[in-house]
């Protein structure tokens, strides 16, 4: 609405657009402060070169001369001149000046004060320039000035309450300045202000009362400042009022229910990011000339008014407010056939779309209906919404299909659909978009692959299809879509086959994540030509040969991730050259010398064991020099040892005929495997009793770690002084602890995966006493189990002297997601389901990262009848388990079930976020973890919740509770007495990423 006052000095200039007379008499006051006034000037597009003493002053360019007084400059006009420099003081000799018109220029410098010498100065036009200093006091001796813009400019200090002496000022503008201090009571007396702008200025305070005192006000912006305190109520009854706009300030207080009737001519309402309380005003519905209201970013709360009297309604704005409505009154919006912006992000909406929704304004432009409860899937008739260019339903419900209309949207720009349950396949009308910006669709459950239609969206900057089910190789034509720049993520998912090549087309692409898929093959060398590429992650697949020299020529990267993959060889030399933030090449099989990084305190290197040098101090690597010289007395030794070995084989060959013979017909006699037949053909070490009994100190007391049923676990380190093992030592007298051992090795061989904890060595020996002996060794985990975090970190860390840490809320998210993701892969990543069967936080594992594993296998089950159903098998032993975490139905028949191991971890994941054991005292016989947990929903959640959650800056908001009672109903609905009523971990692991994406965002924002 700024317009208006830019509008006026047209109108008031045309009194200054007289006819000059033909015969002029010089004045010489004139024509020298003109001269002055263009000196000060910079003319770099020769605007002023009129202004030449060969042509009267009043023919020049922008100067206007009077019809009274035919030889005095009345007005200059030089509005969009190109003009700078400075205003020069001698614009104060122009006696007879009514009118200056700058604006849209670049000029600096100071306003002279001199302007206030200017007695018949009636309108200063100066908005958009570069003018510095302090608004003129002097502007108050010029009685007759009716208009004064300074609006975008650089003006710092106070506002002059001498200004208030301007009694037939009309319109006042001062936005977009750098003043200070309050609005001065003084402006409240300027009875003729029909327009006030003071929009951005750093204003604070109150706004004073005195301005229910300016009756023919019709507009009034006070928005972007730092106002307190409420709205004056006279504000309220200036029945004038077109437009009321206090956006953006720290303002408090209610909002009349009568404003209809105190403001009948409001047709702009902006309350928008204030901290206003109460329900919507219900006479809003009926305020008949309102073209826009903006509420977004209060605390205003529901029920939402049925708008549909307002005919003339444009845009409606209500997001982010605690409204808790049902969004059936949408409906009434079919009315409002002007509308063309609608946001309702974030304001806690339930229930279905509405079918109307397909009969609302054609000239519908924004629809944003995000971040709220909605459910159900998106009714049909969209496609009549054909003006739509942004559409956003991010962050809900919503599920079923995508209609295949939406690709008639043909002017969309941005489509968010992120955060939802839409399944089944992306739709190949989506190609159709071809004016798209931005595409997403992650964080759902569509499946299939990705449609190659969407390479005719040639202008999309962004697309996210991450967190799916999506599978099939990456489409070459996708790679070729040159137009994106800002990101491509396509993690998550279940793309499969290599990289393609086309990579390289992604010349502007700044992000590309390709992460935690099953791609294989080589990096593709054309990924050099993505020079403007910041971020890389292509962790999680099984990707292998060398890292591409070619990624040093990125000179921009910051992030680059590469673990979890099969890559070997060296570290190119030159990406040690990168300003890299970091760089992740962790769970490899790299080799060689690693070079000088700029920043090593980012780099991770783990899991590479045949690395060495680079910065020996940080990365905890040997010099290259001592493992040069040890593989050269190795090769010595070889030498040495090659022929002796050939001479014992001969004599050994002999006695290994009849050896054989003897152990197959034992072997065969015994009908059972032994560890060793198990791990046939699985690369381990190689470690005999002696080893482990040095690595552990003898099996003293001090490297006890953990004990069990079958048996006790010992921390130790090899000879090489750099690999920290974990040492499990089965008590062979204990009965099923040999059965035990083999169900171990069994579930174990030929699985892989990064929450799974792997076993690095089988042991079975004898002792030196003579005794059997049989043990499992393991990756060291620097944090130690779950249950310690959970119930004895407190204790042992105050008694180290140490400072307490809790785990803080992510911490907790991420351990869930970790060990959702390990059972997802025992259930359904096989060739065969492995149950395993003893879920509890004492078999919860946690490395120096705090990622989870899961341990203690024991007890696993291996379904190899692929015809039965895939949560279900049986057997003639039912698993024990461990009370509170065993299933109910594991008590009355032998089923062994993968629901079984639902049910631990619906437990597990109460107990993470409650802190209570399932065999807790508070819990009898008619209570236990899973109804204590239950019978708080819906507002008692908070209640039960682990009260040293570290819950992060965003605090215990509405978003958070809802994270909270999210991932409880989760472990509620796992821990159903009734199996078939149980999640699968698919479903899990899916929805617990969803709530995590969910809090990140509610944390930053």
Known sequence: MENSIII?????????????PATFSSNETDLLSLLAVKAAIDDPHGALNSWNETTHFCRWKGIRCGRRHPNRVVAINLISQRLGGSLSPHIGNLSFLRGILLRNNSFRGEIPQQIGFLRRLELVELSNNSFIGAIPRNLSRCPNLYYLNLIDNDLSGNIPHELGSLYKLEALGLGSNELSGRIPPSIGNLSSLTLLSLRFCGLKGQ??????QLRSLTYLVLGQNNFTGSIPSSLFNISTLSTFEVYYNQLQGSIPYDLRLTLPNLMYLHLGANQFRGPIPMSLSNASSLVQIQLTDNFFTGPVPWFGRLSRLLGLYISNNPIEDDINFIASLTNCTNLQKLDMHGDLLSGSLPHAIANLSSHLTNMVISSNQLHGEIPLGIENLVSLTRVDLSDNNLDGSIPLGIGKLSNVHELNLGANKFRDVIPSSMGNLTLLNILYLDINNFSGSIPRSLSNCTNLLELRLSSNNLNGLIPQEIMRLSSISISLNLSSNSFMGSIPLEVGTLINLENL????NRLSGLIPSSLSNCISLQKLYLEGNVLEGQIPQGLSDLRGLQDLDLSRNNL?????????????EKLNLSYNRLQGEVPMFRNTTRVSLDGNNELCGGNVALLKLLPCSS???????????LKILIPLVIVGCVICFALSAWLIIFLYRRRWSKQN???KELFLGTQFMRLSYAHLLKATNGFSETNLVGAGRFGSVYKGILDDGQTFIAVKVLNLVVKGASKSFLAECNALRGIRHRNLLKIMSVCESIDFQGNDFKALVYEFMANGSLEKWLYNNKEQEEENGAEYRNLDMIERLNIAI????????????????IVH????????LLDHNMTAYVGDFGLAKIVTNMLQSHDQSSSSIAIKGTVGYVAPEYGTSDVVSTQGDVYSYGILLLELFTNRRPTDDIFNVHLNLHNFVSNAFPDGVMEIVDPSIQIGPAGISTKITDCLSSILSIGVACSNEMPKNRMSMIEVVSELKKIRNRYLAADLS
């Open 207 to 212: 706004i004073p009362e005195s301005l229910g």
């Open 568 to 580: 070997s060889g060296p570290i190119p030399s030159l990406l040690g050259d990168l300003q890299l």
């Open 818 to 833: 970790d060990i959702a993701h390990a059972l997802e892969y025992m259930h359904f990543g096989t060739d065969s389901t």
């Open 627 to 637: 493992m040069t010289s040890s593989k050269k007395r190795f090769s010595s030794r």
């Open 8 to 20: 006026l000095p047209f109108l008031i200039f045309s009194c200054f657009a007289l006819i000059i």
């Open 673 to 675: 495997v032994s560890s």
């Open 513 to 516: 994540d390709l992460s935690n």
């Open 837 to 844: 069967g003893d879920l509890k936080p004492s078999n919860i």
